[in-house]
């Protein structure tokens, strides 16, 4: 059931992304933004449509906010791939945006996926009451920002040059805004359409932001770079410290298995409506990419 709604609301977001970039045209950005927002797990967006529909809200309601936060996403992306962030040439097994054309115009790239994300939020299909639509662009500049991922991102960065490696506190707080602020929004984007109370799906975003991460962290030891589309053992080659060298690989699993437990009981008061987000829990430390 997970697997069948993902690949749909996938199929859903790469129709969405192609209507809503037809009137770029063809200019170098245009193209660029199309590159970089195709292809990926969707996951985020599926968490969107997902908590929509716990709610009652339509897909063609919710895809706005979904599409929104996978071009926030592949923003975010672009800028960590270049040279001056992760310095990486390789991003879904193809060249990055900035080798495939150049640092300029992936900055560019970025910046116009940034505006796009705040468009979709704020276009009237995405919720016909304006309070709502203020509060998703509000709670997306929020997550995205100085207070979540942009934070999580500067952080990551200058523990490179740390005189010692960072605790697992400041690891948890770093990874909460880089990858787990986005996530969170995406768990939360249904309730706060419907403007309901957002404390259980804010409690599993939270852990499954935090779960995806240390996956993520357990692959860059043990995954495949065929199969990743992109170079593995960064982390170690660099001496960052992550969950898997604090934690060890079975201590590393062991958190993450628990932080999926947590999730999926946080859900409990949805029942089994909230079974595809379950599986979606589970999916995210056993995937391969």
Known sequence: MFQDRLA???????????????????????????????????????????????????????????????ALHAYSLVHDDLPCMDDDDLRRGLPTVHKQWDEATAVLVGDALQSLCFELLAREECSPEAGVRAEMVLSMARAAGAQGMVLGQALDIAAESADAPLTLNEITRLQAGKTGALITWSAC??????????????????????AFQIADDLLDVEGDAQALGKAVGKDEEAGKATFVSLLGLDGAKKRAAELVDQACEALSGYGEAAETLREAARFVIAREK
Request: glycine share 12%; proline share 5%; net charge negative.
């Open 8 to 70: 749909e609301v996938a199929a859903r977001v790469e129709t969405h992304f192609q209507d809503v970039m037809r009137p770029f045209g063809d200019e170098p950005v245009a193209k660029g933004m199309r590159y970089a927002s195709a292809g990926g797990k969707r996951l985020r967006a599926f968490l969107v449509m997902e908590s929509a529909r716990l709610h009652g809200i339509p897909d063609d309601q919710a895809i706005w906010p979904a599409c929104a936060v996978e």
């Open 189 to 210: 984007a249904g309730a706060r359409l419907a403007q309901a109370d957002m404390g259980a799906l804010g409690a599993y975003g939270d852990r499954i932001g935090l």
